[in-house]
T-cell receptor, first 116, second 110 residues
Framework: EAGVAQSPRYKIIEKRQSVAFWCNPI?????LYWYQQILGQGPKLLIQ????????DSQLPKDRFSAERLKGVDSTLKIQPAKLEDSAVYLC??????????????FGSGTRLTVV | GDSVTQMEGPVTLSEEAFLTINCTYT??????LFWYVQYPGEGLQLLLK?????DKGSNKGFEATYRKETTSFHLEKGSVQVSDSAVYFC?????????FGTGTRLQVFP
């Protein structure tokens, strides 16, 4: 089974620029998550989709971050404008079941963003 | 809200030493508990899990037991290898969201 695909692997941008990340989950996984992992910290959930609807975006800084999953499959996460503190690894994960089945989570390799 | 607390690292050990990484949690209800591992330059990988009290998860020589009375899920391995060097994250799943600890870096030297 193919894993969760993310691109790009690395991105360096200047502050105030915009950037977008892409995620393709495992086929058939209805739930998709974006996490932010700042160096030295654990991943923090930014947004959760089920199919193409947002389930939880309470931790997403909506003044600069946006995400969509238009067809209920792949997803993009955008930052506009970026700040220095946005430097982090952005992880995408997908899950087969909605409702907390523990075996369902699979993570992508992440996109490492550096804002200079 | 729900949270996970891990011991700070780095943990530095010689090969074949015994490993313990402490993890405690705070949660309402009955969460599932996980250990994830992140090798240098790679993504998060599920190492082991436990879904209810007194369950023991195990994989690759690592073990952790879900202790509800102490709200703990400590990771142990009897004899570490250099290849175990990585960052280890304890996590809980309550409803449908994974909540992570801050991670503990393990460095194993020959």
């Amino acid at each position: 089974e193919a894993g969760v695909a993310q691109s790009p692997r690395y991105k360096i941008i200047e502050k105030r620029q915009s950037v977008a990340f892409w995620c393709n989950p495992i086929s058939g996984h209805a739930t998709l998550y974006w996490y932010q992992q700042i160096l030295g910290q654990g991943p923090k959930l930014l947004i959760q989709f089920q199919n193409n609807g947002v389930v939880d975006d309470s931790q997403l800084p909506k003044d600069r971050f946006s995400a969509e999953r238009l067809k209920g499959v792949d997803s993009t996460l955008k930052i506009q404008p970026a700040k220095l503190e946005d430097s982090a690894v952005y992880l995408c994960a997908s899950s087969l079941d909605y409702g907390g089945k523990p075996r369902g989570y699979t993570f992508g390799s992440g996109t490492r963003l550096t804002v200079v | 809200g729900d949270s996970v607390t891990q011991m700070e690292g780095p943990v530095t050990l010689s090969e074949e030493a015994f490993l313990t990484i402490n993890c405690t949690y705070t949660a309402t209800g009955y969460p599932s508990l996980f250990w994830y591992v992140q090798y240098p330059g790679e993504g998060l990988q599920l190492l082991l899990k436990a879904t209810k009290a007194d369950d023991k998860g195990s994989n690759k020589g690592f073990e952790a037991t879900y202790r509800k009375e102490t709200t703990s899920f400590h990771l142990e391995k009897g004899s570490v290898q250099v290849s175990d060097s990585a960052v280890y994250f304890c996590a809980l799943l309550n409803t449908d969201k994974l909540i992570f600890g801050t991670g503990t870096r393990l460095q194993v030297f020959p």
